[in-house]
C-alpha cells in the first residue's frame, strides 16, 4: 500500500513540476511587439520641402553702451550667519557644496572620499535650522574666487554629485 502511495505521490510530483515552465515565445512575443511600437513612434514622416527667400534688412539698428549690472546671484545661495570652517584651507567667494549632513562623522567621511578623488575638500557648520535640525555640516569639494569657475566645476561634480550647489561667502 505504501509503495503504490509513493508511487502515485511521485507521479503527480512529476507532472505538476514539468507543467509548470514558463513560455519564452510569450516573453519573445510581448518584447518584438514592444520594440516594433516604440519603432513606429520614433518613425516621422518625410517633410516636403519649404523654399525660403532671405530678407533683406531695412532698418538701421543703433547700439547704445549698457551700464554693467551687479552680479547675479539668483543660482547661489547664501547661509544667514555665515559659516566656520572646521577643516581645510578656507573658502574663498564661491564654494561648491556637495553634501549637507546633521552628523559630523558623514560629513567627515564624504570628505576623505572627495581627498582621494583629488579635491581640496572642506568641511564647515552652519548654524542655520533646518527640519528641526540646528547646526548642519556641509561638504566643500572646491572654493574659487570668481563665480564662473565655481559653476564649471559645480557642473562637473555633478555628475556624481547631483544635489551640488553653489555658496557665496560674503
Not at 578656507?90 to 546633521?102: E, I, P, Q, R, W
Not at 542655520?128 to 557642473?155: C, H, L, M, P
Request: aromatic letters at 8%.
Amino acid at each position: 500500500m505504501k509503495k503504490y502511495l509513493f508511487l502515485g505521490l511521485s507521479l503527480c510530483s512529476a507532472v505538476a513540476l514539468t507543467s509548470c515552465k514558463s513560455s519564452e515565445s510569450a516573453y519573445k512575443k510581448a518584447y518584438e511587439k514592444a520594440k516594433a511600437q516604440e519603432m513606429a513612434a520614433t518613425t516621422t514622416a518625410p517633410v516636403d520641402s519649404v523654399n525660403v527667400t532671405p530678407l533683406t534688412p531695412t532698418q538701421t539698428v543703433t547700439v547704445t553702451q549698457v551700464t554693467p549690472v551687479a552680479e547675479d546671484h539668483s543660482d547661489v545661495r547664501t547661509i544667514p550667519g555665515g559659516v566656520t570652517v572646521l577643516s581645510g584651507a578656507g573658502l574663498k567667494a564661491y564654494s561648491v557644496v556637495v553634501g549637507s549632513f546633521s552628523v559630523q562623522a558623514n560629513a567627515e567621511g564624504l570628505v576623505n572620499t572627495l581627498k582621494g578623488r583629488g579635491y581640496a575638500a572642506q568641511l564647515v557648520k552652519t548654524n542655520e535650522t533646518i527640519n528641526g535640525i540646528t547646526g548642519w555640516y556641509r561638504v566643500v569639494a572646491s572654493t574659487f574666487a570668481d563665480k564662473a569657475s565655481a559653476v564649471q566645476s559645480r557642473d562637473q561634480l555633478r555628475d556624481t554629485y547631483s544635489d551640488a550647489w553653489l555658496l557665496y561667502n560674503k
